[in-house]
């Protein structure tokens, strides 16, 4: 399955192609810019594992931290329409990944390792407290090994779509190879002509569109010239190919089978029926060793943004 996701995810680099970015320092502009996540009411940076990250919070209540999952053009602002609903009732917390959106790019490459540090290291400073974690993706791995590794930080999980079960048998990379034997990978993408052809399409509207209407929602409408604007955004400035590089040399995949059985909190899973990537089939993998309640909504690859309102009175109901 992995390996079909990250041919799918070539099918849209190789739309088109631009430049490779130059190495160069991440911005070191100070001031934090206005938070744009609904119900937020500060910013900042904060250096956690080497890394520059920026985050948004608001609200007042227990702690809640909502992480993004991994892709070209994310960001937290994926949890736009969920922020607020929560902050009536909980202090939420939102960051950008290392090497995403407004967090510091830099020109290495990157790994689940990184940030499961950068997740931890958050947690502990700066929210300083245990804390209920929302995930997506590849952001729901990454929690599931820090729950496990680290019990008394995270009190409860409530993941979207996780997509690490089963990678300690098929974790392959694009071209071959088992992803975590062969980092040597990322570097025939980051120093040779390679990365200039698939490297994303960081220009393209129309590459982004394509995208967002295939793989992400299943309403396409939802797919707005805003959305895509916010996209294009994320994806501007030095260094922003590393991250997607170490996506497809396999860097940033963490299998949980190790984990997932052995979880001691509470866990709620949501998915979306018309997944790509993350078919609604592999639930039952999950089921399978450790059952746990389940909401599958009408979407892809985001449910919580398709079914905002439904996803908004579960985490409400199932947070405390």
Request: charged share 20%; aromatic share 12%.
């Amino acid at each position: 399955m992995q390996i079909v996701k990250r041919l799918l995810l070539l099918m849209l680099l190789l739309v088109s192609c631009t430049p490779l970015a130059t190495p160069g320092r991440p911005d070191v502009n100070q001031t934090a810019p206005a938070p744009r996540l609904p119900g937020m009411t500060s910013s900042g940076f904060v250096e956690l594992a080497g890394e520059r990250v920026y985050f948004e919070s608001g609200g007042t209540g227990t702690p809640i931290l909502m992480i993004h999952g991994i892709g070209a053009g994310n960001s937290s602002h994926l949890y736009r329409n969920n922020t607020l609903a929560l902050s009536k009732s909980h202090r939420v917390y939102a960051f950008d990944f290392p090497g995403f959106a407004r967090s510091g790019a830099r020109a290495i490459s990157y790994t689940n390792d990184l940030y499961v540090a950068v997740i931890e290291a958050f947690i502990k400073e700066v929210i300083r407290e245990p804390v209920q974690i929302v995930a997506s993706s590849y952001a729901a791995d990454y929690a599931i090994r820090l729950a496990y590794e680290q019990p008394k930080l995270i009190t409860r999980l409530l993941l979207s779509n996780p997509s690490g079960y089963g990678l300690d048998l098929e974790s392959m990379t694009l071209f071959g190879g088992n992803a975590s034997r062969n980092p040597e990978r990322f570097k025939q993408f980051a120093d040779t002509s390679l990365g200039n052809l698939i490297f994303p399409v960081l220009n393209s509207e129309g590459g982004i569109n394509f995208f967002l209407y295939y793989y992400v929602y299943l309403d396409w409408r939802k797919a707005t010239p805003e959305v895509t604007r916010i996209y294009l955004e994320n994806l501007e400035g030095p260094n922003k190919a590393y991250a997607p590089f170490s996506f497809f040399s396999g860097l940033l995949d963490q299998p949980i089978d190790a984990y997932w059985p052995k979880l001691t909190q509470p866990v709620h899973l949501v998915w979306g029926t018309a997944d790509v990537f993350n078919p609604i089939t592999e639930v039952s993998f999950y089921m399978e060793k450790r059952p746990v309640p389940l909401t599958i909504l009408r979407a892809r690859a985001i449910p919580y943004e398709e079914e905002s309102e439904k996803f908004n009175a579960l985490a409400l109901k199932f947070l405390q």
